[in-house]
């Protein structure tokens, strides 16, 4: 009888949710991928490979080029007109560099450079999922990825570009440019004043991953995102 | 006292409950005389397509990845180069065959994990049992 009351307690007071409890998502992460290397799909020497090649992603030869661009007008008309020919110049080969050497196999090979100008502010979405230019930019910050982002910004872009820090004047006109599979975005800003003499390298610093999506321009001294907070991870990766 | 099974069932009866689409108008199998043709192309329509659906303002965050997000990811790319899919089926998988309440209602990578579980069974790489067995081992681990 004890026993049965036991229980009866249990009932009344369910215990606390285990933290550390797997959850299905890791359950079957791992379940698919271990099938997929059984079956021979693939081979874990394959996973560690593209798994290297995430590690060397990042905003950086974006940056990078946006710098080149704003010292060198042949190199930023080449940008404008052959966004993929230019991304050679700062080592992106988008199609040799990842490890399947026929370019990404979600990313397809078009990146394609939206120059602004002082009247002229480009913002880049993806309507439809998330379509981003990893290979240059590396991966898409999470409110890239909200369906919150994607469904307000094509319509009500001034507000939330407000949102994100970045006031424009009513005179400045912005242009949404919506991503697709086969086409990639970035922004090549204005070169902020107060940059005059300076060398590749300090510019380069300035031009940050919000600042080629759209939602901020390059400011000297600001060489950071700004500051949002961070949803913790309950199990995080270690980049 | 519901033994415990039984409340295991109840609550998720509940949470399922709690996650059908708000639809603010009659819904649940209507007569056909009720679907104009405008509301049948909004049915129809992809859940993915949300560019201009009004929204509210929220706070924009970064996030922390997730071991087996990362993990999702490299897998889906993989899975492409080895040529067991292609970019154009994994955003069909991905993004329109989910459904509304899949679409909205998972992490972002949970709905490439699932279409990944999927497409090994769809294309017969291995059987739902194979997939199912496997999922109780992984499971066992853990315990």
């Given at each position: 009888?004890?026993?049965?009351?036991?229980?009866?307690?249990?009932?009344?007071?369910?215990?606390?949710?285990?933290?550390?409890?797997?959850?299905?998502?890791?359950?079957?992460?791992?379940?698919?991928?271990?099938?997929?290397?059984?079956?021979?799909?693939?081979?874990?020497?394959?996973?560690?490979?593209?798994?290297?090649?995430?590690?060397?992603?990042?905003?950086?030869?974006?940056?990078?080029?946006?710098?080149?661009?704003?010292?060198?007008?042949?190199?930023?008309?080449?940008?404008?007109?052959?966004?993929?020919?230019?991304?050679?110049?700062?080592?992106?080969?988008?199609?040799?560099?990842?490890?399947?050497?026929?370019?990404?196999?979600?990313?397809?090979?078009?990146?394609?450079?939206?120059?602004?100008?002082?009247?002229?502010?480009?913002?880049?979405?993806?309507?439809?999922?998330?379509?981003?230019?990893?290979?240059?930019?590396?991966?898409?910050?999470?409110?890239?990825?909200?369906?919150?982002?994607?469904?307000?910004?094509?319509?009500?872009?001034?507000?939330?570009?407000?949102?994100?820090?970045?006031?424009?004047?009513?005179?400045?006109?912005?242009?949404?440019?919506?991503?697709?599979?086969?086409?990639?975005?970035?922004?090549?800003?204005?070169?902020?004043?107060?940059?005059?003499?300076?060398?590749?390298?300090?510019?380069?610093?300035?031009?940050?991953?919000?600042?080629?999506?759209?939602?901020?321009?390059?400011?000297?001294?600001?060489?950071?995102?700004?500051?949002?907070?961070?949803?913790?991870?309950?199990?995080p990766y270690k980049h | 006292?519901?033994?415990?099974?039984?409340?295991?069932?109840?609550?998720?009866?509940?949470?399922?409950?709690?996650?059908?689409?708000?639809?603010?108008?009659?819904?649940?199998?209507?007569?056909?005389?009720?679907?104009?043709?405008?509301?049948?192309?909004?049915?129809?329509?992809?859940?993915?397509?949300?560019?201009?659906?009004?929204?509210?303002?929220?706070?924009?965050?970064?996030?922390?990845e997730e071991v087996?997000e990362h993990?999702?990811?490299?897998?889906?790319?993989?899975?492409?180069?080895?040529?067991?899919?292609?970019?154009?089926?994994?955003?069909?998988?991905?993004?329109?065959?989910?459904?509304?309440?899949?679409?909205?209602?998972?992490?972002?990578?949970?709905?490439?994990?699932?279409?990944?579980?999927?497409?090994?069974?769809?294309?017969?790489?291995?059987?739902?049992?194979?997939?199912?067995?496997?999922?109780?081992?992984?499971?066992?681990?853990?315990?």
């Open positions: 009888m004890s026993d049965d009351h036991d229980h009866e307690d249990e009932h009344l007071h369910p215990p606390a949710p285990m933290v550390d409890e797997v959850s299905e998502f890791e359950v079957l992460e791992i379940a698919v991928r271990e099938l997929a290397i059984e079956k021979g799909l693939f081979t874990q020497e394959d996973h560690n490979q593209w798994t290297d090649y995430m590690h060397t992603l990042g905003p950086a030869p974006a940056a990078r080029l946006v710098a080149k661009a704003w010292l060198d007008p042949e190199y930023k008309k080449l940008c404008v007109e052959d966004g993929v020919k230019a991304s050679l110049d700062v080592n992106i080969d988008w199609v040799n560099t990842m490890p399947t050497k026929f370019g990404t196999p979600s990313d397809y090979c078009n990146l394609r450079v939206m120059e602004d100008t002082p009247t002229l502010k480009h913002v880049v979405v993806c309507t439809l999922c998330s379509c981003y230019p990893r290979p240059i930019l590396g991966q898409s910050p999470e409110w890239y990825r909200t369906p919150n982002y994607r469904r307000r910004i094509v319509r009500w872009p001034r507000q939330v570009l407000a949102e994100f820090g970045l006031q424009l004047p009513e005179d400045v006109e912005i242009r949404v440019v919506d991503s697709n599979q086969k086409s990639r975005m970035i922004v090549l800003p204005v070169r902020p004043e107060g940059t005059e003499g300076w060398t590749e390298d300090q510019l380069a610093e300035i031009v940050t991953r919000d600042c080629l999506i759209g939602v901020a321009v390059p400011k000297p001294g600001i060489t950071n995102n700004a500051k949002r907070p961070v949803r913790k991870a309950i199990n | 006292m519901l033994p415990p099974i039984r409340q295991k069932v109840m609550r998720h009866l509940d949470i399922v409950g709690l996650i059908q689409p708000a639809l603010h108008q009659q819904t649940h199998a209507p007569s056909p005389d009720m679907i104009d043709n405008a509301h049948f192309r909004a049915y129809t329509r992809s859940p993915h397509d949300v560019g201009g659906e009004p929204d509210i303002p929220i706070t924009w965050e970064e996030k922390e087996w993990n999702t990811f490299v897998t889906c790319e993989v899975l492409a180069w080895r040529g067991v899919w292609n970019a154009e089926e994994r955003r069909r998988r991905q993004n329109v065959e989910v459904g509304q309440t899949q679409y909205l209602g998972l992490p972002y990578y949970g709905r490439w994990l699932l279409t990944a579980a999927k497409i090994l069974v769809d294309k017969q790489f291995v059987t739902a049992t194979e997939l199912q067995d496997k999922v109780a081992e992984v499971r066992r681990r853990y315990e």
